[in-house]
T-cell receptor, first 115, second 109 residues
């Protein structure tokens, strides 16, 4: 079954404690991205990756890091989480037919609370 | 800056009535436009997309959307809404993969 998986689904942590949210897709997609969803703000892109070892900042990259060492995985790293990073996070992947991204497939979301 | 906008935070309709969720875009050239739906406590699901061709695009769950270049709009429509259509709807474009802020649809029985 084609899918994007994220772990953990729920996480409560404290300020400053490094954490990683994993994302994996089994569709051999080149393009992967991370979003955060906040009420009234919709989805805002944090980072995206066009392919292995190719990553770039989205609209709200501050406080986050990513890596793309393998095509299927795109972890999101919070080196020193702060309460303003409390949010719902989504990973997504898509192919890049015709040089443009196609339909994005989303993971189930990770609800992060930073105390 | 976002390149798509959803002017309505909320849309309320009675079951059986037509449903319209509005989206406007500001991308130049030929945009690729998408609609996604998010049910409570779920991830986003793809509904439909416009790439080129017919301006009326049909998607999942009886939804369709009309691409209007002169009005730079891509409104989502359903002729007869169901209570189960109550959800959060997002318009998105392919340019930097921007999403609108979302429109909460409530369909009352």
């Amino acid at each position: 079954e084609a899918q994007v998986t994220q772990n953990p689904r729920y996480l409560i942590t404290v300020t400053g404690k490094k954490l990683t949210v994993t994302c994996s897709q089994n569709m051999n997609h080149e393009y992967m991205s991370w979003y955060r969803q906040d009420p009234g703000l919709g989805l805002r892109q944090i980072y995206y990756s066009m392919n292995v070892e190719v990553t770039d900042k989205g609209d709200v990259p501050e406080g986050y890091k990513v890596s793309r060492k393998e095509k299927r995985n795109f972890p999101l790293i919070l080196e020193s989480p702060s309460p303003n990073q409390t949010s719902l996070y989504f990973c997504a992947s898509s192919s890049r037919d015709r040089g443009d991204t196609d339909t994005q497939y989303f993971g189930p979301g990770t609800r992060l609370t930073v105390l | 800056a976002q390149s798509v906008a959803q002017p309505e935070d909320q849309v309320n309709v009675a079951e059986g009535n037509p449903l319209t969720v509005k989206c406007t875009y500001s991308v130049s050239g030929n945009p690729y436009l998408f609609w996604y739906v998010q049910y409570p406590n779920r991830g986003l699901q793809f509904l439909l997309k416009y790439i080129t061709g017919d301006n009326l695009v049909k998607g999942s769950y009886g939804f369709e959307a009309e691409f209007n270049k002169s009005q730079t709009s891509f409104h989502l429509k359903k002729p007869s809404a169901l209570v189960s259509d109550s959800a959060l709807y997002f318009c998105a474009d392919d340019y930097k993969l921007s999403f609108g802020a979302g429109t909460t649809v409530t369909v009352r029985a």
